[in-house]
Nanobody
C-alpha cells in the first residue's frame, strides 16, 4: 500500500507565499517522478510542476518564475514553494507520484487527498 500525504495549504493574500510538502510512504521500490496538480472549481485538473528522479523539472507556463519544485530533505518527499501568489492560483492542490511498488512489474500513478490553497485579492 502507498500513501501520499500533503501539508502546507491555506489562505494567503495576493502576493504572498505558501510552501506545500508531500511525503510518499509504503512499499515503494523506486519513484520515477513526483509533482503537483491543481483543480479549481469548474475546471479540469492541470499539471502545476513535476520533478523526476534525475532532478529534471517541468512547470506550467502560468507558474513559471513564481513556483519552485524541489525534492525534500527526507526520502520520497517533494516540496512546492509558491511565491507571488495570485487569486487565479486558488485551487485544490494534489500531490502525485509515479512509482514502482515493491514486488510489482509496472509503474503506477498515485495521488494525495489534496490540500486547499486560497489566494485572496
Amino acid at each position: 500500500q502507498v500513501q501520499l500525504v500533503e501539508s502546507g495549504g491555506g489562505l494567503v493574500q495576493a502576493g504572498g507565499s505558501l510552501r506545500l510538502s508531500c511525503a510518499a510512504s509504503g512499499n515503494i521500490f523506486t519513484i520515477n517522478a513526483m509533482g503537483w496538480y491543481r483543480q479549481a472549481p469548474g475546471k479540469q485538473r492541470e499539471l502545476v510542476a513535476a520533478i523526476t528522479g534525475g532532478g529534471s523539472t517541468n512547470y506550467a507556463d502560468s507558474v513559471k518564475g513564481r513556483f519552485t519544485i524541489s525534492r525534500g530533505n527526507a526520502r520520497n518527499t517533494v516540496d512546492l514553494q509558491m511565491n507571488s501568489l495570485k487569486p487565479e492560483d486558488t485551487a485544490v492542490y494534489y500531490c502525485y507520484a509515479r512509482l514502482l511498488r515493491t514486488g510489482l512489474a509496472a509503474f503506477g500513478d498515485y495521488w494525495g487527498q489534496g490540500t486547499q490553497v486560497t489566494v485572496s485579492s
